[in-house]
């Protein structure tokens, strides 16, 4: 079993924020915040393939947001997701970027900052430790495009050692 662990930063504005989080849709913490760091551990179990782990912020008022005379926000009620971590490892910033927030009919990507009620969603696969690694990988070579992609040398050797084993098994008869 692996586990994810997300580290965030709040501020209290006339209460905590609070936040539901999910993993396709099951219901995995319900976290009323009380203090400014805190994290939240999830153990991950799940059948290997696409998953969607989702952080729904809710409850907030208007009294959770103050405004000055001319309109400006002078306190405010604010959750930030600072990191992701998979089992104790912490995970490159980007990582946090596949997320996208959304409220009010408007999708923002790559918001870590969420100051309204609505949904932060964040797609991953499992096995947890092979998709960390093939994202990173896919990262790499996106910003440093090599001559043949990882995935096609990867294809590459899949085959040869699949001619190797049909080649072992006319020598065995």
């Known amino acids: 079993m692996n586990v994810i662990t997300l580290a965030f930063k709040v501020s209290e504005c006339n209460g905590w924020p609070k936040v539901e989080i999910l993993i ?9 915040f009380t ?27 208007p009294k959770n947001t103050i405004i000055d005379s001319d309109g400006n926000i002078i306190d405010d009620q604010l959750i930030e997701l600072t990191d992701i971590y998979v089992n104790d490892i912490k995970l490159p910033k980007w990582f946090k970027n596949i997320g996208v927030y959304e409220f009010k009919d408007q999708t923002y990507p790559q ?14 696969s499992t096995p947890l430790l ?10 790499r070579e996106l910003y440093n495009p090599p001559g043949i992609t990882h995935r096609e040398e990867m294809a590459r050797e899949v085959e040869i050692l699949e001619r190797f084993e049909v080649a072992l098994n006319i020598k065995k008869k």
């Open 35 to 61: 203090t400014t760091n805190e994290q939240v551990t999830l153990p991950v179990d799940l059948i290997d393939g696409d998953h969607l782990l989702t952080i729904e912020i809710y409850d907030k008022l």
């Open 130 to 139: 092979t998709w960390v690694l093939d994202k990173q990988i896919e990262n």
């Open 111 to 124: 918001a870590c900052v969420w100051g309204c009620n609505g949904v932060w969603a964040w797609k991953f």
């Open 24 to 32: 396709d849709d099951d219901l995995y913490e319900d976290r009323h």
